[in-house]
């Protein structure tokens, strides 16, 4: 690895401009954005006419391991991760084993360690019966974790929580942030036997069974244990115009308490897209109408929503083509997510300005990153150059994530990554990806208050 590298040239993406300048990195971090062209290097990289972003942020991936091997593992998500210009991810407890207890978190970061080619954090999961090991999970020194997951939907066993007491129980019981899948178990069922009743049902039913009731009826109930508690709340994947509304007025209250954001699937897809995809536009939440794909942009530009992030849920194909009830939901999403929103770009819906806010800055102050997020003097050397022009079509064989497919298949975006960095390391050009183990632990430091008390950096050295 090169001690000192210089990234000449560039348009570089500041937290408030964007500018022409020299990146120098030394020793894994950001020694300046502001070297001398001529300053010395071991390694120079002509970056004339490309964009330096921040590594992304994404606060929300299913990499199966351990026990669901099949779909994808730390390694080959991690490796998908630098692809797309993600550099730092926060993966999901329901694994196999569960990631419920601190014992089982250190044993996922462990795994971490020997295959994660990006920076990594891991959510405890919460269940009916597991406060105490939530409490025990912010104070036991050297298993970080950026806090708590709770599904009060689309679970199943013990990590399903929509009981009103173990909720209230959760909230004000625990310390660590809370983040929870929103969709209303009871109505989601209701709606399932209803239809269901009147004959088979097909994949164009899982928005009707997962509708626009479920998602809202839950996504207001979290939001009251969490004005009620006091306590720190993201919400996950929000899908309809509705929940932007109800996260408009929170953004509005000034209390901090509550973040949220959106997924590529939600952005980019609707319901329209079930007759050409069928079960590969199969998420939970599920696809809602185009009017609420574009409440979403507009919740993410008026600072109702603040961050995007994928909810990479990785199945088979095989899996895939069960006939529906039987199809799993979810899809891949963390080699392109950066290609689908640097297309956004291209089109006008956002600035690079934005992609790197939600993406980046945000996603690391919400879960106080340390380091993380942003292209300034001492932060973490987790960057990604981007050609804005580079014009590509996605195609199935060229996923590195173990699935091996993806729903834009086919589609033509404009804007892709050109070079990863992560801590300095090269760990993608070209066609090239990283095997070797180059990610960090993500240093947590819960003091600072998340998005709405900091207001500015995620963290320093």
């Not at 991690?78 to 978190?105: H, I, K, W, Y």
């Not at 929580?161 to 899948?181: G, K, M, N």
């Amino acid at each position: 690895m090169p001690r000192r590298t210089l990234i000449r040239g560039a348009q570089v993406v500041l937290p408030r401009e964007t500018t022409r300048t020299n990146v120098l990195v030394e020793a894994g971090r950001i020694a300046t954005v502001d070297a001398p062209a001529s300053v010395r290097a071991d390694e120079t990289v002509d970056a004339d006419g490309l964009h330096l972003l921040p590594g992304l942020v994404d606060d929300q991936v299913h990499f199966r391991d351990p026990g669901l091997t099949h779909k994808e593992d730390l390694r080959s998500g991690s490796r998908a991760c630098a692809a797309g210009g993600v550099t730092s991810f926060l993966e999901m407890p329901n694994t196999v084993p569960q990631t419920v207890t601190v014992d089982a978190l250190a044993a996922k970061l462990e795994i971490a360690r020997r295959k994660c080619v990006v920076n990594y954090g891991f959510y405890m999961g919460a269940t009916t019966g597991n406060v105490a090991e939530l409490q025990n999970a912010s104070r036991t020194a050297g298993v970080a974790t950026p806090g708590i997951k709770v599904f009060m939907g689309s679970s199943t066993g013990d990590m399903l929580v929509d009981d009103q007491e173990r909720l209230e129980e959760i909230f004000a019981l625990t310390s660590l942030p809370i983040t929870a899948h929103c969709e209303d178990e009871s109505t989601v069922r209701a709606n399932q036997a209803r239809l269901e009743a009147a004959g088979p049902t097909t994949v164009r039913d899982h928005s009707r069974i997962r509708d626009r009731r479920a998602a809202v009826t839950a996504t207001r109930r979290a939001l009251d244990l969490a004005r009620r508690h006091k306590h720190r709340f993201h919400v996950l994947h929000v899908s309809t115009a509705d929940e932007v509304a109800l996260l408009g007025s929170c953004a509005g209250a000034g209390d901090g308490l509550v973040t949220a954001e959106a997924c590529p699937h939600h952005l980019f897809l609707d319901v329209s897209d079930y007759g050409r995809l069928g079960a590969l536009a199969q998420m939970n939440p599920s696809l809602k109408e185009a009017s609420d794909r574009e409440a979403l942009w507009r919740g993410l530009k008026n600072g109702a929503l603040q961050i995007v992030a994928t909810d990479h849920a990785p199945h088979t194909l095989e899996e895939k083509r069960a006939p529906y009830p039987a199809s799993p939901s979810g899809v891949p999403a963390v080699e392109l997510v950066l290609p689908l929103m640097l297309d956004a770009v291209h089109r006008g819906k956002c600035t690079l300005n934005d992609l790197a806010a939600w993406m980046s800055d945000g996603p690391a102050r919400i879960w106080d990153m340390v380091g993380k997020g942003r292209i300034e003097d001492r932060y973490d050397a987790d960057l990604v150059l981007v050609d804005t022009s580079m014009e590509r079509e996605v195609r199935n064989e060229d996923q590195i994530t173990k699935c091996g497919w993806s729903p834009w298949h086919g589609t033509r975006l404009t804007g892709w990554p050109v070079r990863t960095w992560v801590g300095g390391r090269t760990v993608f050009a070209g066609d090239w990806v990283a095997r070797e183990p180059v990610g960090r632990q993500i240093v947590f430091d819960h003091a600072r208050g998340g998005y709405w008390a900091t207001g500015g950096p995620s963290g320093g050295p």
